[in-house]
């Protein structure tokens, strides 16, 4: 990061990620607004490859975007060119190109906390493009990401989530692979790995669907100031017509670390493809 580039207080951001499924390149350029304490715009490009057991696809994306921070709500609006070519399980190679503005509005109430007795935290994402403007097809997307905690008698919380989203298009086919819906993992339903349900092809591969519906409870129990056990249920489908909600169920131990809670969870999954014991490390912020 290159906090002071210039004597109006221009900054620029680079990052580099690789795993042995996914590896990223990207860049940020950013500009103050009237007021630097809440406005900023930014100039951005990144690469991104992904080939896992599901899918393989590379991504560039170009774009410019607004982003602006309210009393409560922090808006982003972007405008981005994302060309992408993607494939499931070695079909056959799908390239499209989409000129894409989007809306994304959230909240974190209390904000910059990374345990928090009650609270919770709502995003809305809208975005689209049209065919006859820089794009190879027309589509409009919302999706919904919310969760919510509570404290659940003297030593205990409740956590619940939430995660929605729709898909309205007539060619779902050359829909990128990163635009489409999966459930599954960490962050999703435990005890599947991640992006392992959701529609699939002739041969059982997952292809992505145009809806989501997942849906988390979860107990969790203080037994000292900074570990806890805690149980949890998750349930959810990504689907093109009708859910048919996939169930994991489990339990965790909970460390209350210096960069935020480390979650080390144990989840079976109740329906196909579900493990019978699964293992999900998560590490962060409560919200």
Same mark, same amino acid.
Request: charged share 20%.
């Given at each position: ?8 207080? #221009?900054?620029?951001?680079?990052? !580099? ?6 590896? $990223?390149?990207?860049?940020? *350029? ?17 690469? /991104? ?20 921070? =309210? ?6 609006? $972007?405008?981005?060119?994302? /060309? ?6 070695? +079909? ?10 989007? !809306? ?17 935290? %709502?995003?809305?994402? !809208? $975005?689209?493009? *049209? ?13 919904? #990401?919310?969760?919510? %905690? ?8 409740? /956590? ?9 298009? $007539? +060619?779902? @086919? ?33 292809? =992505? ?5 997942? =849906?988390?409870? &979860? *107990? &969790? ?7 806890? %056990? ?6 959810? @489908? ?21 960069? =935020? ?8 999954? !109740? ?17």
């Amino acid at each position: 990061e290159g906090r002071l580039l210039n004597r109006w207080g #221009h900054h620029y951001k680079a990052e !580099l990620q690789a795993s042995q499924i996914q590896y $990223s390149l990207g860049g940020e *350029y950013i500009i103050p607004g009237k007021d630097p304490r809440v406005d900023q715009y930014s100039l951005r490009a990144s690469l /991104l490859a992904q080939n896992n057991d599901i899918q393989e696809s590379q991504t560039a994306r170009i774009g410019i975007s607004k982003k602006q921070q =309210g009393k409560s709500w922090l808006s982003i609006m $972007s405008l981005d060119y994302l /060309l992408e070519s993607f494939n499931f399980n070695g +079909d056959d190679e799908e390239t499209t190109a989409l000129l894409m503005p989007s !809306l994304n509005l959230s909240r974190v109430q209390p904000p910059g906390q990374l345990f928090v007795e009650q609270g919770n935290r %709502i995003n809305v994402v !809208l $975005s689209g493009a *049209y065919s006859g403007l820089l794009s190879d097809m027309s589509f409009v997307q919302a999706a919904l #990401h919310t969760k919510w %905690i509570w404290p659940f008698g003297p030593r205990g919380r409740l /956590l619940t989530r939430a995660d929605a989203g729709s898909t309205w298009t $007539s +060619d779902f @086919d050359r829909l990128p692979a990163t635009l489409r819906f999966y459930a599954g993992g960490d962050t999703s339903v435990r005890g599947y790995r991640l992006d392992s349900i959701g529609p699939t092809d002739s041969d059982g591969n997952v292809i =992505g669907g145009k809806n989501l519906l997942v =849906g988390s409870v &979860e *107990y &969790e129990y203080r037994f000292l100031e900074k570990w806890a %056990i805690a149980a949890f249920v998750d349930s959810g @489908d990504a689907f093109d017509n009708a859910p048919e909600f996939k169930t994991g169920v489990g339990f965790g131990v909970h460390w209350l670390s210096p960069v =935020g809670p480390v979650r080390v969870d144990l989840a079976s999954g !109740l329906e196909e493809p579900g493990d019978t014991v699964r293992l999900h490390l998560t590490i962060g912020p409560d919200l």
